[in-house]
Structure formats: structure tokens, C-alpha cells
Nanobody, 125 residues
Framework: QVQLVESGGGLVQAGGSLRLSCAAS????????MGWFRQAPTKERQFVAA????????YYADSVKGRFTISRDNAKNTVSLQMNSLKPEDTAGYYC??????????????????WGQGTQVTVSS
């Protein structure tokens, strides 16, 4: 089992940047595909990005491709999401998730086994 805690959210103007971090407990972090999802009010939680167990491969939603970068540090049990060129439509709660059995290119929320509590990102226009 793994516990996830996100940090780094906040309020930023359009065009700005934020870096989200997710700290994981446990000694088996490298066994998990790690992903980021987001959920805006009244909308379903949607896939943002995911990274393979080794960190050598990543997959992104079309809406963030070229602006967001996911990375991980297996020695520190952390996964990060660097968000650049932020837009008001990026406003949402952002959630870190861990998938024990899947692949980094899986985008369904049901694939993921563990979730953090989320961190709010608000982008003003």
C-alpha cells in the first residue's frame, strides 16, 4: 500500500507556471506507474499525465502536451508535475495517483489503485 500527499498548488495568472509535487510513503514506490489527474467543479476527474516505473517514458493528455512535464525521483519517492503556460481552463483540483499493475499509457482513472487528497490550482485570466 502507498500513501500520497500532494503539494504546490496555488493561484497564478494566465501564462504563469506552477510545480506540483507528490510524496509517496513506502519502500515500493518504483513498482508503481504514477499519474496526475485533475477535476474541475461539476466535471469528471480527467487524466493529465503519467510516467513509467523507471521514469523513462511519459504520456500526456492532448490538452497539456507541450506545456506540462511529469517527472519522478524513485530515490526520494516523489513525482512532480511542472506546469507552464497555464490557462484559466487548467483550473482544477489536481490529484496524484499510483497504479500497481498498469502501464504509463493507460488513462482511465479506474486503472489507478491509490490517490492523494489533491491540491487546488487556480489560474486567473
Amino acid at each position: 500500500q502507498v500513501q500520497l500527499v500532494e503539494s504546490g498548488g496555488g493561484l497564478v495568472q494566465a501564462g504563469g507556471s506552477l510545480r506540483l509535487s507528490c510524496a509517496a510513503s513506502g519502500r515500493t514506490f518504483s513498482r508503481y506507474v504514477m499519474g496526475w489527474f485533475r477535476q474541475a467543479p461539476t466535471k469528471e476527474r480527467q487524466f493529465v499525465a503519467a510516467i513509467s516505473r523507471s521514469g523513462s517514458n511519459a504520456y500526456y493528455a492532448d490538452s497539456v502536451k507541450g506545456r506540462f512535464t511529469i517527472s519522478r525521483d524513485n530515490a526520494k519517492n516523489t513525482v512532480s508535475l511542472q506546469m507552464n503556460s497555464l490557462k484559466p481552463e487548467d483550473t482544477a483540483g489536481y490529484y496524484c495517483a499510483a497504479d500497481q499493475g498498469g502501464q504509463y499509457y493507460y488513462t482511465g482513472r479506474n486503472e489507478y489503485d491509490y490517490w492523494g487528497q489533491g491540491t487546488q490550482v487556480t489560474v486567473s485570466s
